[in-house]
């Protein structure tokens, strides 16, 4: 396996690393240990933030390309499975105290290749209705996060000025005096940024999203 340094902190890399990971042996099945810091980029400057600076947000990182047989956390003789969801995001992160030692045992057949890309979520559960104020809230949250774990290098990030809602088609912002107004849609999917939408009391949607992505 061959697993590249993360991306240095550039104006896309703060808000979405990719990391290439291949698998290369005799045998039809294959395991490597690869370290938790290069499958998890930037991972470890969000758990440095406070609790109180990161409860909006969070990071998450989704597989591409061919997907593992297995994935664990390894950490002494500890060793966690990594859950998988369907559409390929990570369901368990290394936590504070394992980043330092930790490794990943990933298993897949001999010459597959994965990748990892990282995204930003908002910290919220999806549902039909939600409270536009706490989804703002999570944006200005994300920027500041940004700022205070990159330092210097979080003055070059991208802005993160939007919440994307995946797995819908449309949505509807309602207004405090009542007004209503179709989301717009970005990528085939509504998008509600709050600079824009001063005074969004609700998101109404027709079923609930499958992710809040921060854009």
């Known amino acids: 396996m061959t697993a590249p340094d993360g991306p240095r902190p550039g104006r896309r890399a703060v808000l979405a690393g990719v990391v290439a990971l291949s698998?290369?042996?005799?045998?039809a099945a294959v395991d490597r240990?690869?370290?938790?810091?290069?499958?998890?980029?930037?991972?470890?400057?969000?758990?440095?933030?406070?609790?109180?600076?990161?409860?909006?947000?969070?990071?998450?990182?989704?597989?591409?390309?061919?997907?593992?047989?297995?994935?664990?956390?390894?950490?002494?003789?500890?060793?966690?499975?990594?859950?998988i969801s369907v559409d390929g995001h990570l369901l368990r992160l290394p936590t504070a105290a394992q980043w330092d030692a930790a490794q990943v045992q990933v298993s897949g057949p001999d010459g597959a290749k994965y990748g990892i890309t990282m995204k930003l979520e908002a910290l919220a559960t999806p549902a039909t209705e939600m409270d536009a104020a706490?989804?703002?809230?999570?944006?200005?949250?994300?920027?500041?996060?940004?700022?205070?774990?990159?330092?210097?290098?979080?003055?070059?990030?991208?802005?993160?000025?939007?919440?994307?809602?995946?797995?819908?088609?449309?949505?509807e912002v309602i207004y405090a005096d009542g007004r209503r107004a179709a989301l717009p849609v970005v990528k085939g999917a509504p998008a509600f940024e709050p600079a824009r939408h001063a005074g969004a009391r609700t998101l109404k949607f027709a079923k609930a999203p499958s992710a809040l992505q921060l854009d």
Do not use: E, H
């Open 23 to 27: 698998l290369a042996g005799p045998a």
């Open 33 to 83: 240990m690869v370290p938790a810091k290069k499958i998890f980029p930037y991972l470890d400057a969000y758990l440095r933030l406070p609790a109180a600076k990161r409860s909006r947000f969070t990071p998450t990182y989704v597989l591409i390309k061919d997907r593992p047989t297995g994935l664990w956390i390894v950490d002494g003789a500890q060793k966690t499975a990594i859950p």
């Open 134 to 171: 706490g989804l703002a809230a999570a944006v200005t949250q994300a920027n500041d996060g940004i700022k205070s774990a990159m330092g210097l290098a979080g003055l070059m990030a991208p802005k993160v000025d939007s919440v994307v809602f995946q797995g819908v088609a449309a949505g």
